[in-house]
């Protein structure tokens, strides 16, 4: 099993920027790709950025320039730095993991944390 607990979300005016954090333990040895997804009140969760296990990432187009995801494998963490926040980009913010647990593809999720983009 592998274990995703985000932290860093909070209340900040649009131009700012925040520092999100997920932190997996676990079995982590067996983690490849980390995604950002977020879900705006009353929409549906979308994904925001990843990374795969070589460092790879990709953007969605509504944050790319904004927004850098990286990842530290010596501290089972990925970032998502934040700049020049907008109040659409006001949601929960859900880290998620794709990991090989015992041979099996799973797919895991932490509990969010919430940003909030006052104009």
């Known amino acids: 099993q592998v274990q995703l607990v985000e932290s860093g979300g909070g209340l900040v005016q649009a131009g700012g920027s925040l520092r999100l954090s997920c932190a997996a333990s676990?079995?982590?040895?067996?983690?490849?790709?980390v995604a950002w997804y977020r879900q705006a009140p009353e929409k549906q969760r979308e994904w925001v950025a990843g990374i795969n296990s070589g460092g790879s990432t990709a953007y969605a187009e509504s944050v790319k320039g904004r927004f850098t995801i990286s990842r530290d494998n010596a501290k089972n963490t990925v970032s998502l730095q934040m700049s020049s926040l907008k109040p659409e980009d006001t949601a929960v913010y859900y880290c998620n993991a794709e990991a090989v647990v015992r041979g099996k593809y799973m797919n895991y999720w932490g509990k969010g944390t919430p940003v909030t983009i006052s104009s």
């Open positions: 676990g079995s982590t040895g067996g983690i490849n790709g």
